[in-house]
C-alpha cells in the first residue's frame, strides 16, 4: 500500500520560518508535491521534487530525499495568507494514481 | 483561460436518487481523477483516467462510477447515493507527464 505523514497542526507567527514535514511509503515513486488549500479553496500547486535537493520558489522552498522516504515544504517570512491546509502528495504506480497526505493545518499569529 | 470546471458547486439529494457531478477541463491534459476530502483523511482518489475510455479505481471507488468519453469530460457518478457519501468532492487533471494537478473549485454534496 502508500501512506504519507504530515503533523496536523503547526503555529507560527508572521515572519518566522515554518517546516512542514511528510513522510512516504509507497510502491513506486514519481515525485513529491506540495499543495496549498484555503478554508473553502480548492488545492492548488506549490512545488514539486522529482530529485533530491531542495527547489526554491519565492518564500516556498520543498526539499527531498528519497533515499529517506521524506521530504519537507519550508515557508518563509510568514504572512497571514499562508494561513492554510498544506498536502504532500506522492505520484507513484507508474505516474498513474497521486495519493494525498492527511494535511497539516498552519495557523499563522500577528 | 485555463481551468477545470466543476458542477454543481453544491447539491444537496436524496438517498438513492441517482446523479452526475461535471467536470470539464481546456487543457487537453491526458489525465483526470476524482476526490474526495473529509476531515482529517485529506484528498482520497476516487477513480482516475489516463485518456479516452482508460480509468481505473483509486482508493475509494464503491459506490462511484466514472467515463471518459472525450478527453476534456470526466463525470462522476453516483447510480445510488447514500448518507456516507456526504462529502466535499474535487476534479483534478495535469498532463500524463506532468507534476502539477489543476483542482476544480469543487462539489458539495449533502446526500439526506
Known amino acids: 500500500g502508500q501512506s504519507l505523514e504530515q503533523p496536523s497542526e503547526v503555529t507560527a507567527v508572521e515572519g518566522a520560518i515554518v517546516q512542514i514535514n511528510c513522510t512516504y511509503q509507497?510502491?513506486?515513486?514519481?515525485?513529491l508535491s506540495w499543495y496549498q488549500q484555503h478554508d473553502g479553496g480548492a488545492p492548488t500547486f506549490l512545488s514539486y521534487?522529482?530529485?533530491?535537493g531542495l527547489e526554491e520558489t519565492g518564500r516556498f522552498s520543498s526539499f527531498l530525499s528519497r533515499s529517506d522516504s521524506y521530504g519537507y515544504l519550508l515557508l518563509q517570512e510568514l504572512q497571514m495568507k499562508d494561513s492554510a491546509s498544506y498536502f504532500c502528495?506522492?505520484?507513484?504506480?507508474?505516474?498513474?494514481?497521486?495519493?494525498f497526505g492527511p494535511g497539516t493545518r498552519l495557523s499563522v499569529l500577528p | 483561460e485555463a481551468q477545470v470546471t466543476q458542477n454543481p458547486r453544491y447539491l444537496i439529494t436524496v438517498t438513492g436518487k441517482k446523479l452526475t457531478v461535471t467536470c470539464s477541463q481546456n487543457?487537453?491534459?491526458?489525465?483526470m481523477s476524482w476526490y474526495r476530502q473529509d476531515p482529517g483523511l485529506g484528498l482520497r482518489q476516487i477513480y482516475y483516467?489516463?485518456?479516452?475510455?482508460?480509468?481505473d479505481k483509486g482508493d475509494v471507488p464503491e459506490g462511484y462510477k466514472v467515463s471518459r468519453k472525450e478527453k476534456r469530460n470526466f463525470p462522476l457518478i453516483l447510480e445510488s447515493p447514500s448518507p456516507n457519501q456526504t462529502s466535499l468532492y474535487f476534479c483534478?487533471?495535469?498532463?500524463?507527464?506532468?507534476?502539477?494537478?489543476?483542482f476544480g473549485s469543487g462539489t458539495q454534496l449533502s446526500v439526506l
Open positions: 483534478a487533471s495535469s498532463f500524463s507527464s506532468g507534476e502539477k494537478l489543476f
Open positions: 509507497t510502491s513506486g515513486f514519481y515525485g
Open positions: 502528495a506522492v505520484r507513484d504506480n507508474y505516474g498513474q494514481n497521486f495519493v
Open positions: 521534487n522529482a530529485l533530491d
Open positions: 487543457m487537453n491534459h491526458e489525465y
Open positions: 483516467s489516463m485518456n479516452v475510455e482508460v480509468t
